[in-house]
């Protein structure tokens, strides 16, 4: 047991989410008791059991679908019928299979103001804080106090120490137009939930025209919310960053009929 729920935390800690598998009755003849569990992942792997043979089977195959569509289940197998699970055993066992998935993950790419002040938002929203910048005089722990991490390193090396998901969000501002472009390049093709680009029209044109010189689909560029945020017509840092944090908020809640977005007021902040 102990095994399992430390597992869980380093799945937590590594952005990995997992189904916990848990027997939560058990009657007559079962492989395993009330209470058995077994913690799946994404690609089948299990620690734990909850009794093996065909009924393992069918719980793994029903935590992996648990992972990948984020709902919980509750399995019944009856154990008294051959033709069910080609099983004899008896008895009656139920499952529920819970998702545990980590607090989705927001990477700032660039600690200027701005990132300074989403962190501070993006933390009270329970985004797990990753801040990314080569520069340690601007990203460090006095100025970001709720990065859960702090990468300080050149993009290349920052990139291989992330673990992207469908729960992470991205944020780009660098405060170098051909820094955000090197970031975007590098994500676009991610499967994440959230590509923000901050700067102005102009800005954001050209570096979209570069792209589509270079051959990026137009999908791609699709789901990039660029200029970064909802339009409330923010100029200072914390403004900028309270537009920011709206978007991400409803994106993350997938809120529907919200009238469509002219970002032209969002400006653009280092």
């Not at 509750?74 to 008896?90: A, S, V």
């Amino acid at each position: 047991m102990k095994d399992i729920f430390q597992a869980i935390v380093e799945a937590m800690e590594g952005n990995q989410p997992v189904a916990l598998a848990t027997v939560v009755r058990a009657q007559g003849s079962t492989p395993r008791e009330a209470g058995a569990k077994m913690l799946v992942y994404a690609d089948g792997s299990i620690l734990g059991t909850v009794g093996g043979s065909a009924v393992e089977g069918r719980v793994i195959a029903a935590a992996q679908q648990a992972l990948a569509d984020g709902q919980p289940r509750l399995l019944d197998f009856d154990l008294t019928e051959r033709d069910q699970l080609g099983m004899l055993c008896g008895g009656q066992v139920q499952v529920f299979v819970d998702v545990i998935t980590p607090a989705p993950q927001l990477v700032l790419f660039g600690a200027g103001h701005v990132a300074q002040e989403v962190a501070r938002i993006g933390a009270q929203l329970g985004f797990a804080m990753v801040v990314v910048d080569a520069r340690p005089e601007w990203a460090n722990a006095a100025r970001f106090p709720q990065a859960q991490r702090l990468i300080v390193a050149p993009l290349d090396e920052a990139m291989t120490q992330i673990t992207f998901t469908p729960q992470t969000y991205i944020a780009i501002m660098t405060g170098e137009h051909y820094s955000d472009e090197a970031v975007l390049r590098w994500v676009l093709g991610l499967p994440v939930a959230y590509i923000g680009l901050i700067g102005s029209r102009r800005k954001i044109k050209v570096i979209f025209d570069r792209l589509r010189a270079d051959g990026v689909p137009e999908e791609q560029l699709a789901r990039v919310h660029a200029p970064i945020g909802l339009p409330i017509g923010g100029e200072t840092p914390a403004e900028i960053a309270v537009s920011i944090a709206a978007e991400l908020v409803q994106i993350r809640r997938r809120q529907k009929g919200i009238a469509a977005k002219d970002k032209s007021a969002v400006g653009e902040q280092g």
